[in-house]
């Protein structure tokens, strides 16, 4: 094509060209190259198609919400009418452009036939009219661009808030059922594919079906014959090409499942790394991993094959429909039906609609696909949950004694409504005073735990703080102000310790975050770190040993200074030495509160004024230490198991 092209560019230039044909092969040269180049840029987008657009395939298509996208929309609208206006202006001119070039050809093949006239200056004006419609298409190009992105960016980075700030709301049974990878997904992938999807859809779709329209116009206007010839063939080359693509896609998909499931074994074996070296199972990992990414390379290089081939067979087809054209075109043109140029316009204007009507069958997968990403962060953003954040009374902090009840509580979690956790429940924490309640693994002390601090609402009864139903309590005052909660392995943040322990009070000045890191014992041991209160904590606090990070929990949870204090299993995973500093504290934060010990040591709760133990959802004994082990019943026969466990 080269050749051609070289030869007819220097026919076009040093030697007269008599005929038609010699006319024709002035054209080949040049539209050969410029439509090969337009072919390899198609398939390679067809390619791109099959390798990117895997992720996500809906299996159902939710509910999208148009109201709520506008609501999105409507402080970029002027943008965004800014953006259509200019990708309806640079399609536009993507039409006048074949019409120009085959104008240009006719100059070019008129001085060739006729060689009258001053060539440089006969084609000048056509060819710089050519160039400014270039530079004007591509000024536009470059402006839609810039304004889509910015509209885009802007959709995205609200949609992004709304859905954090809608999934920290939920209650926390939402996420009992939700696993946080799929709600970060959300956030993540899905927010990006929507936003994706919106740009490609407003700009290439716009362009494409502007595009279409407009160039099978032209094409019909430059020679019916043709056009009626490529109404019958094109339809069938791209039904044929689209499904192939269906099929390629669908070997993608597969494969790209493959390499998340093996991503998923990494991901597992390197976040529990301790577990995995524990047991010494680095050996069992690596081949399972191995298998699976073998399993995903034999895939992805059957989709190599797949498009590698689909690749060939276009080039082939594609090639061929240019050669037609040509072929076509050219027994018009001896027949003096067309011009060289008109070939070349229909040449040019053909590709165009052919490259628009792929782009238009991989926007419509790429709209479905960003329609039901939209429909995901939507459905959650929309969520309501069942117990809101704030809202309710609060009770003035001189007259809270901190006195709790559950009244008859019946209880089940929303995710597992069969089972029954707490049936008909009756405790007491009176104010200032510290309640253990013990019981057999499962039996529900946590739950007791989680109603109180208003995670869930019981399904039968009552829990009153001060006599008043907590259900009509500001929720946000009564974890943010009422309750402290210390739970058997504390979750700190990533930030320095001073924020961690502001994170339980979070306008608490430097004086009273310390204030609480003394009487949790932690004082000493932070200001002996290089970096004092300023050291960051890692990921999950690892940098820090059980005791400590059980320290900083205890501050955390000080700092608000809670009337009511919730210890779940609190010293239980430490070891000895750490155990006796931590409960130290624990004593120490405990005066002036009421306080409920969840406990499976028996051994810390002797002092307690009152344990009550649970069976079955309810509570069966209540009384001191000492009136427990007189009564002789299911305490004092925990305590005779645990006694029995220590010896062995
Ligand atoms: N978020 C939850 N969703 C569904 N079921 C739960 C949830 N949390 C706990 N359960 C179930 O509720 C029951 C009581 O759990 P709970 O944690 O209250 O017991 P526990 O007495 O504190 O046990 P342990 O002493 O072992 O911590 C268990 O059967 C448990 O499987």
Not at 313 to 327: A, D, H, M, W
Not at 483 to 501: D, R, W
Not at 625 to 635: A, D, I, K, T
């Amino acid at each position: 094509m080269w050749t051609q092209a070289q030869k007819a560019f220097r026919l076009a230039t040093r030697r007269r060209i008599e005929s038609p044909r010699t006319a024709l092969t002035f054209v080949v040269g040049p539209a050969a190259l410029t439509l090969t180049a337009r072919l390899f840029g198609t398939v390679a987008y067809c390619s791109a198609d099959v390798n990117n657009n895997h992720h996500h395939l809906p299996e159902k298509i939710p509910e999208f919400s148009w109201a709520l996208l506008w609501e999105f929309v409507r402080p970029q609208i002027l943008a965004l009418i800014g953006a259509v206006v200019l990708a309806f202006g640079a399609a536009a001119l993507n039409i006048q452009i074949p019409l120009m070039l085959g104008n240009l050809v006719n100059v070019i093949a008129q001085y060739m036939r006729e060689h009258v006239g001053n060539y440089m200056r006969d084609i000048r004006a056509p060819a710089l009219k050519l160039l400014g419609l270039y530079g004007l298409q591509g000024l536009l190009t470059t402006g839609y661009i810039i304004l889509l992105s910015r509209v885009g960016e802007s959709v995205a980075s609200e949609m992004r808030k709304s859905l954090f700030a809608s999934l920290l709301r939920q209650d926390v049974a939402f996420f009992d059922a939700n696993k946080t990878g799929q709600l970060v997904n959300r956030l993540t992938a899905d927010i990006q594919e929507f936003k994706s999807s919106f740009k490609l859809v407003i700009s290439q779709g716009l362009r494409s079906i502007t595009q279409t329209v407009g160039c099978v116009v032209s094409l019909y206007v430059i020679s019916p014959k043709l056009t009626g010839l490529m109404v019958v063939v094109l339809p069938c080359l791209v039904g044929a090409g689209a499904l192939i693509g269906s099929f390629l896609r669908k070997l993608s998909r597969e494969a790209q499942e493959q390499v998340s499931k093996a991503t998923g074994i990494a991901d597992e074996a390197l976040g529990n790394v301790r577990t995995v070296r524990a047991f010494a199972m680095e050996d069992r990992e690596l081949e399972t991993y191995s298998t699976e990414v073998e399993k995903s390379a034999m895939m992805n290089e059957a989709l190599g094959r797949g498009i590698a081939v689909f690749q060939g067979l276009s080039n082939i087809v594609l090639n061929c429909l240019v050669l037609g054209t040509i072929f076509a075109g050219g027994s018009l043109m001896v027949q003096n039906d067309m011009t060289p140029g008109d070939l070349m316009s229909f040449l040019v204007a053909s590709q165009t609609v052919q490259r628009s009507l792929a782009s238009i069958s991989i926007l419509f997968g790429q709209m479905v696909r960003g329609m039901s990403a939209g429909a995901r962060v939507f459905e959650y953003m929309t969520l309501e949950p069942t117990i809101s954040l704030t809202g309710g009374g609060r009770i003035p902090r001189e007259s809270l004694t901190g006195r709790v009840d559950f009244l008859n509580v019946d209880f089940s979690y929303p995710t597992r409504p069969g089972n029954q956790i707490l049936k008909n429940l009756n405790l007491t924490l009176p104010p200032c005073k510290t309640v253990a309640i013990v019981g057999e693994s499962g039996g529900g002390k946590s739950t007791v735990a989680a109603l109180l601090e208003r995670f869930y609402d019981p399904s039968g009864g009552v829990v009153m703080l001060d006599g008043l139903d907590i259900r009509t309590l500001d929720p946000s005052w009564l974890r943010g102000h009422v309750i402290g909660f210390i739970s058997q392995e504390p979750v700190l943040f990533g930030t320095s310790v001073m924020e961690n322990i502001r994170f339980g009070k979070p306008g608490a000045t430097d004086a009273e975050v310390m204030a609480a890191a003394r009487q949790a014992n932690a004082h000493t041991f932070i200001t002996s770190f290089p970096d004092g209160y300023d050291t960051v904590v890692g990921e999950r606090g690892v940098t820090l040993s059980g005791g400590q990070k059980q320290r900083i929990a205890i501050a955390r949870a000080l700092v608000k200074n809670p009337s009511v204090l919730i210890l779940d299993e609190a010293t239980s995973a430490l070891d000895a030495e750490s155990e006796h500093v931590v409960q130290e504290a624990l004593d120490r934060a405990t005066e002036g509160r009421t306080v409920l010990i969840i406990a499976h040591r028996l051994s810390t709760i002797q002092a307690a004024d009152l344990i009550c133990v649970m069976s079955s959802g309810r509570v069966v004994e209540a009384g001191t230490h000492l009136e427990l082990l007189r009564r002789g019943g299911l305490y004092a026969e925990l305590i005779r198991r645990q006694r029995a466990n220590d010896q062995k």
